[in-house]
């Protein structure tokens, strides 16, 4: 059964930090792409960054230079370092896992919420 565990998420106020963990079990996680996405309320979720099997990252416009994507291929986990947080940072935050050869394979997380506020 393939699960994606996420963890970290929380109140922060503008300016902080967070780091959201995501722990995948069930799959070959070699070779599945990793990212991050979220939603806030009354909107469409969003790519946050992504991160593939050759450690390839990709980030939103909006949060470049703020955020980091890494993966643990030991520990089957993917991290969102979030930096210099801002209150339209608040969204869940779902972990999601792709098959690089079978795109058709895809997994969710359950979501984490993080809200930003002072």
């Known amino acids: 059964q393939v699960q994606l565990v996420e963890s970290g998420g929380g109140l922060v106020q503008p300016g902080g930090s967070l780091r959201l963990s995501c722990a995948a079990s069930g799959i070959l996680f070699s070779i599945y792409n990793m990212g991050w996405y979220r939603q806030a309320p009354g909107k469409q979720r969003e790519l946050v960054a992504s991160i593939n099997s050759e450690w390839d990252t990709n980030y939103a416009d909006s949060v470049k230079g703020r955020f980091t994507i890494s993966r643990d291929i030991a520990g089957n986990t993917v991290y969102l370092q979030m930096n210099s947080l801002k209150p339209d940072d608040t969204a869940a935050y779902y972990c999601?896992?792709?098959?690089?050869?079978?795109?058709?394979?895809?997994?969710w997380g359950q979501g984490t919420q993080v809200t930003v506020s002072s």
């Open positions: 999601n896992a792709q098959n690089r050869l079978r795109s058709e394979r895809f997994y």
